[in-house]
């Protein structure tokens, strides 16, 4: 029997997933930085990519490695101080044109942009989809949520 079909180990996505990113802000305008935390740090290996927007001035990306997929997630917004149900409904209503992201609400009732990828699915150009379609989402959707989480300061 060979070992040809085996899946690769953590640690060879770990370092797939680091040369990805760090190749993919090689001459990228667009990104800001990128780390990788120390080993230690958490039970999983995470990474941030923090990419320059225009509709919001940064957005950041989490990536975290589990056992079998990786998890994504970005800040969108903190929790709407008016008009609540409004901006999750627009969310909500958002969530059926998105591919490979939904939106959610985290901690303290702040929006977020999350997705999760099997590990047998995950290489360069998913990994290049996944960041592209989480800037492209958060840069559509920003300008109408915030408007509306926050309307009376537009006013």
């Known amino acids: 029997m060979t070992d040809y079909h085996l899946p690769p180990s953590l640690a060879e996505y770990d370092a797939s997933i680091d040369g990805w990113l760090y190749g993919f802000a090689d001459g990228n305008p667009l990104v800001e930085a990128i780390d990788h935390g120390e080993p230690g740090d958490g039970p999983e290996p995470r990474w941030y990519v923090r990419l320059k927007g225009d509709e919001k001035e ?6 975290t490695l589990g056992q079998r997929t990786l998890r994504y997630e970005a800040y969108v917004l903190p929790a709407p101080a008016e008009n609540v149900a409004a901006v999750y409904e627009t969310a909500l209503r958002r969530n059926d044109r998105l591919v490979g992201v939904h939106f959610a609400i985290g901690v303290e009732d702040a929006l977020f942009l999350r997705g999760e990828l099997p ?3 995950l290489n360069e150009a998913e990994l290049d989809r996944i960041i592209g379609s989480i800037y492209a989402y958060v ?10 989480a926050f309307a009376s300061r537009f006013a």
């Open 139 to 148: 840069e559509q959707t920003f300008p109408v949520l915030v408007r509306l």
């Open 58 to 63: 940064h957005i950041t990306i989490w990536f």
């Open 119 to 121: 590990l047998a699915a």
